[in-house]
């Protein structure tokens, strides 16, 4: 069974920059496409990003377009989202997800402020 645990979240300012990782146990990971959700205080919890299993392929909500970045290393069973241009409503919990199951990171709390 895959694990994931995130890290890398912290207080920033906006316009600043994080990056967020999230380590896979077990050797299957590159066996699964992988997403990075977020949820907000009191919002639903929503997809930021997505990518292939190979990585050749990744998917973005408008909102973080141009600004995030995510990618992954399969040697070394690690997600990451690299987040720049940090805005005040980027501000939540990010979780990492194995695309089309219910494995999810405990999350990391990613704060912007002002």
């Known amino acids: 069974q895959l694990q994931l645990v995130e890290s890398g979240g912290g207080l920033v300012q906006a316009g600043g920059s994080l990056r967020l990782s999230c380590a896979a146990s077990?050797?299957?990971?590159?066996?699964?496409?992988m997403n990075w959700f977020r949820q907000a205080p009191g919002k639903e919890r929503e997809f930021v990003a997505g990518?292939?299993?190979?990585?050749?392929?990744?998917s973005y909500i408008d909102s973080v377009k141009g600004r995030f970045t995510i990618s992954r290393d399969n040697a070394k069973n690690t997600l990451y989202l690299q987040m720049n241009s940090l805005k005040l409503e980027d501000t939540a919990v990010y979780y990492c997800?194995?695309?089309?199951?219910?494995?999810w990171g405990q999350g990391t709390q990613v704060t912007v402020s002002s």
């Open positions: 990518i292939t299993r190979g990585g050749d392929k990744t």
């Open positions: 077990g050797r299957t990971f590159n066996s699964y496409a």
């Open positions: 997800n194995a695309d089309l199951t219910s494995i």
